[in-house]
């Protein structure tokens, strides 16, 4: 499988907690993007081809990205969710490996899921 297909996404409240999930398979880095309409696609959290992770500030302390190799499924577990939250959530897969912060970085990227956060 190439392209990576993202689920798990869904309507919540602030506070409340969603775990998005992405069937892929890379031994480079992996990372999760997001997209508000009129909006840059901005990078929300990246794991090397090692399992070192890094976080955008806005995210740190509240979502946590893993990756299950076995399984080969990329995790983003988001919980104290908030209004800015809200966007189509990405998965995508590096072109090599490294922190990859920027999209430029990717080749493969999943349709999205879409993360709804109500006040």
């Known amino acids: 499988q190439v392209q990576p297909v993202e689920s798990g996404g869904g309507s919540v409240q602030t506070g409340g907690s969603l775990r998005l999930s992405c069937a892929a398979n890379?031994?480079?880095?992996m990372g999760w993007f997001r997209q508000a309409p009129g909006k840059e696609r901005e990078r929300v959290a990246s794991?090397?081809?090692?399992?070192?992770?890094t976080y955008a500030d806005s995210v740190k302390g509240r979502f946590t990205i893993s990756k299950d190799v076995a399984e080969n499924t990329l995790y983003l577990q988001m919980n104290s969710l908030k209004p800015e939250d809200t966007a189509m959530y990405y998965c995508?897969?590096?072109?090599?490996?490294?922190?990859?912060?920027?999209?430029?970085?990717?080749?493969?990227w999943g349709q999205g899921t879409q993360v709804t956060v109500s006040s």
């Open positions: 995508a897969t590096g072109r090599r490996d490294g922190w990859c912060l920027f999209p430029s970085e990717y080749h493969y």
């Open positions: 794991v090397t081809g090692t399992g070192s992770t």
């Open positions: 890379s031994m480079y880095c």
